[in-house]
């Protein structure tokens, strides 16, 4: 089922060939400091057993009310955990699963997360031809943070491509930063994926040389990742692995690598198109699943991080007729019932008994 093509590539885990490895390297991950749109929502809602109904009903008396429907692109959402528990549980999943070395880098959206003893990185935002893509930007330079950040968060006008390819020579400037373009035939903005193949191969031709490695990520299929492999193969780029976790599992895909720092890693792809990619045990359980796991662990507190509960109404955010972002909680002094009841079914979905059902039926992955 797997094919033979890239068996060199990606190991799977357990596997007797790790020996050949000293270090597992985490990339993509989100904390609460990166902010999540949620302009996907009509798109999946509606189709959402229960869900659905009090979807369309909320949607219905907000069009009665106001003229028009809520514009969820104008919400998003933070992610449950602070910066500093999710390298904390990679590190630990790593070390003790794996036993072997823990390099890990936080990648939130357009924001760097300041976390001791691990490389600041970005996940950068950029559009090619009004396509939305999104770029990993590892191992950035400490002393020139707030100013990559800057210059980075400025780039925000969608036709500005030259804009584009300065920035990225700029950042090669630096030679332990590794530039990745992350879940490439991803359609996250509703596109089509045919446009999606275009914007990215017209990105990889103009920015030749400037983007060192494609990304196996976490939450794809496994045919798209393959295509993604043959792609970096045919583009004699590198390969990394990443997790993108937003919630409180650790990542499905990490990288392999002998390297004692993120920054040796980083030279390992530009110089030499390292591509050993490790596929964890949990990737291939049904994606639906694994989805609605990182949804429950959005609405709950984690208290085995021992962290302060944090409700998550004041983790999503709305932008209002005056353009302030605010959280739900200053909008809502009491939970609307429809909502209490969407999250008490996600929260029943995931008890135990009916999470085992759910997994039992719910058998195939993403290799199907």
């Known amino acids: 089922m797997l094919g033979n093509l890239h068996a060199g590539r990606f190991l799977f885990a357990p596997s007797s060939e790790l020996g050949k490895y000293k270090a597992a390297v985490s990339l993509h991950s989100h904390s609460e400091n990166s902010k999540e749109g949620l302009g996907f929502v009509p798109r999946y809602a509606p189709h959402i057993p229960i869900l659905s109904t009090f979807y369309r009903l909320e949607q219905s008396r907000y069009t009665t009310k106001n003229g028009t429907g809520f514009d969820f692109r104008r919400a998003y959402w933070l992610p449950p955990l602070p910066p500093e528990v999710v390298v904390k549980s990679e590190r630990e999943r790593i070390e003790t699963e794996l036993h072997m070395r823990a390099l890990i880098s936080i990648s939130d959206h357009d924001h760097i997360s300041i976390v001791e003893g691990c490389a600041p990185s970005v996940e950068w935002s950029i559009a090619i031809h009004g396509i939305p893509l999104h770029l990993g930007v590892y191992n950035l330079p400490p002393p020139n943070l707030s100013e990559i950040h800057a210059e980075l968060v400025a780039q925000k006008k969608p036709g500005d491509q030259s804009r584009v390819m300065e920035l990225l020579c700029w950042l090669n400037e630096y030679k332990g930063t590794l530039i990745v373009l992350n879940h490439p035939f991803a359609d996250i903005g509703s596109r089509g994926v045919q446009k999606v193949k275009k914007a990215v191969f017209r990105l990889l031709k103009k920015a030749q040389g400037l983007i060192h490695a494609l990304e196996i990520n976490g939450y794809r299929p496994w045919k798209e990742n393959l295509a993604v492999a043959s792609l970096a193969d045919a583009l004699d780029l590198g390969l990394m692995g990443g997790g993108d976790r937003h919630g409180c599992s650790p990542n499905a895909i990490l990288s392999l690598s002998s390297s004692q720092t993120l920054s ?44 302060p509960h944090r409700h998550w109404m004041d983790r999503v955010y709305f932008k209002a007729g005056e353009g302030v972002a605010r959280p739900l909680s200053y909008y809502w002094r009491r939970i609307p019932i429809w909502v209490r009841s969407s999250t008490w079914f996600l929260q029943l979905l995931t008890t135990r008994w009916v999470w085992f059902t759910i997994r039992a039926l719910l058998r195939s992955g993403p290799l199907q």
Do not use: W
Not at 270 to 281: H, S
């Open 264 to 307: 040796e890693y980083a030279e390992e792809v530009r110089c030499y198109k390292q591509r050993a990619v490790l596929i964890m045990p949990e990737y291939f359980e049904n994606p639906v699943a694994r989805k609605l796991q990182s949804a429950v662990d959005f609405f709950r507190s984690c208290p085995e991080y021992c962290i």
